[in-house]
């Protein structure tokens, strides 16, 4: 540790890799009350304290240091800390991929069939208490974003030793009924969208990988993902797109090519309305 204090900041070799929000420590007063939309799934983690807090229209729920829970994106949720705390968010990626032989889709194939399916929106905040192994990670962690490290590629496979270190010590069963809020028939839509979004350039050609009519497909997608597949697909290409111009080595024309762009022209104006800057201006950043 003393040779992190040494440094004013950990760093990372990519720039563009040194800004995330996936992972976020907040120390809260006694008292405070807050109101989050969230657009993302979190796991939030009770770190020191405890608070109440309430999801959508389900029962007020209090936790206390040493719990953790599941929260859908797309609700309400609002919390009011009852002494000072510190909280710990994950946001995770989408898909809900726990680790790449055990993903959310395998948990609601496996899980014991009931009349009644939780489905997103439904059922009920399922908390669990962190054992030792996750305190050892979870403290890692801490420990490395008080000294500065928030790095994006860090965050990415910090979360996926996260997820591994759920399927590997707590029983499945467990993870079931804490990921039950998202599991659903439609798990296997977003998880295909989600791994294959970057293969197809229309919204027409995706549907048709997923033998679905334009129609068909839009109207799904609006109801899983909450926005329309063109919006959708913009934002994800847009990541992308920077992510190869601020951190990779490859050509302007090459990275043009391979996302589907008609010229280099059109990657410059796809990068000026989404970034506000050319291609060679993420590049030199």
Same mark, same amino acid.
């Given at each position: 540790?003393?040779?992190?204090?040494?440094?004013?900041?950990?760093?990372?070799?990519?720039?563009?890799?040194?800004?995330?929000?996936?992972?976020?420590?907040?120390?809260?007063? +006694?008292? =405070?009350? %807050?109101?989050?939309? *969230?657009? $993302?799934?979190?796991?939030? @983690?009770?770190?020191?304290?405890?608070?109440?807090?309430?999801?959508?229209?389900?029962?007020?729920?209090?936790?206390?240091?040493?719990?953790?829970?599941?929260?859908?994106?797309?609700?309400?949720?609002?919390?009011?800390?009852?002494?000072?705390?510190?909280?710990?968010?994950?946001?995770?990626?989408?898909?809900?991929?726990?680790?790449?032989?055990?993903?959310?889709?395998?948990?609601?194939?496996?899980?014991?069939?009931?009349?009644?399916?939780?489905?997103?929106?439904?059922?009920?905040?399922?908390?669990?208490?962190?054992?030792?192994?996750?305190?050892?990670?979870?403290?890692?962690?801490?420990?490395?974003?008080?000294?500065?490290?928030?790095?994006?590629?860090?965050?990415?496979?910090?979360?996926?030793?996260? +997820?591994? =270190?759920? %399927?590997?010590?707590? *029983?499945? $069963?467990?993870?079931?009924? @804490?990921?039950?809020?998202?599991?659903?028939?439609?798990?296997?839509?977003?998880?295909?969208?989600?791994?294959?979004?970057?293969?197809?350039?229309?919204?027409?050609?995706?549907?048709?990988?997923?033998?679905?009519?334009?129609?068909?497909?839009?109207?799904?997608?609006?109801?899983?993902?909450?926005?329309?597949?063109?919006?959708?697909?913009?934002?994800?290409?847009?990541?992308?797109?920077?992510?190869?111009?601020?951190?990779?080595?490859?050509?302007?024309?090459?990275?043009?090519?391979?996302?589907?762009?008609?010229?280099?022209?059109?990657?410059?104006?796809?990068?000026?309305?989404?970034?506000?800057?050319?291609?060679?201006?993420?590049?030199?950043?």
């Amino acid at each position: 540790m003393e040779v992190l204090k040494s440094q004013e900041r950990l760093s990372c070799l990519y720039s563009a890799c040194m800004k995330s929000f996936a992972i976020e420590v907040c120390n809260l007063e +006694l008292g =405070i009350k %807050k109101k989050l939309s *969230p657009k $993302k799934n979190k796991i939030i @983690f009770i770190l020191e304290g405890d608070l109440e807090f309430q999801y959508n229209d389900l029962p007020e729920k209090s936790v206390e240091k040493g719990d953790f829970f599941f929260i859908p994106s797309n609700g309400q949720f609002d919390i009011t800390t009852l002494h000072r705390c510190v909280v710990l968010f994950i946001r995770l990626p989408g898909g809900g991929v726990i680790c790449e032989s055990c993903n959310v889709q395998q948990l609601y194939n496996n899980k014991t069939k009931d009349s009644n399916e939780n489905h997103h929106g439904d059922g009920d905040i399922n908390t669990l208490k962190i054992n030792p192994p996750l305190w050892y990670f979870l403290h890692g962690l801490n420990e490395s974003i008080k000294n500065g490290l928030n790095c994006r590629c860090y965050f990415d496979n910090k979360i996926k030793e996260l +997820l591994i =270190i759920l %399927k590997a010590s707590y *029983p499945r $069963k467990e993870l079931q009924t @804490f990921f039950s809020m998202i599991l659903s028939p439609n798990m296997a839509f977003q998880e295909y969208v989600r791994a294959n979004h970057s293969k197809y350039n229309s919204v027409a050609e995706f549907a048709e990988a997923m033998s679905m009519t334009p129609k068909n497909f839009s109207v799904k997608f609006v109801k899983v993902f909450g926005e329309t597949p063109q919006h959708w697909m913009t934002k994800e290409k847009a990541k992308l797109v920077y992510t190869e111009l601020s951190s990779g080595n490859k050509s302007i024309i090459q990275i043009a090519d391979e996302q589907g762009f008609s010229s280099q022209q059109h990657l410059y104006k796809f990068c000026q309305r989404e970034f506000g800057k050319n291609p060679k201006e993420i590049r030199n950043g």
